[in-house]
Nanobody
């Protein structure tokens, strides 16, 4: 069975930082592309950042320079470091692992508010 579990969400003030973690089990983690997505109420689910097995990373334009995706294959964990957070970053953040199939976590809430 495949399981992805996110953690690290919460309430943070504008300009603050959070680090999200996603730990996977049941897959050969190191050969998968990992992604972070976010979805606000009534909005589409959008790709925030992605990391491939060979080190390539991609970011949505609105997070470039603020967010960093990284992975620790020895721990089957992918991270999203979020700095300089804005109110518009408020959303549920989901991690995904994809290769021939795509798997999703349940999401973690990030709320940016003063």
């Amino acid at each position: 069975q495949v399981q992805l579990v996110e953690s690290g969400g919460g309430l943070v003030q504008p300009g603050g930082s959070l680090r999200l973690s996603c730990t996977a089990s049941g897959i050969r983690f190191k050969i998968y592309t990992l992604g972070w997505y976010r979805q606000a109420p009534g909005k589409q689910r959008d790709l925030v950042a992605a990391s491939t097995f060979d080190g390539r990373t991609n970011y949505a334009d609105y997070v470039k320079g603020r967010f960093t995706i990284s992975r620790d294959n020895s721990k089957n964990t992918v991270y999203l470091q979020m700095n300089s957070l804005r109110s518009e970053d408020t959303a549920v953040y989901f991690c995904s692992a994809s290769r021939s199939s795509e798997y999703w976590g349940q999401g973690t809430q990030v709320t940016v508010s003063s």
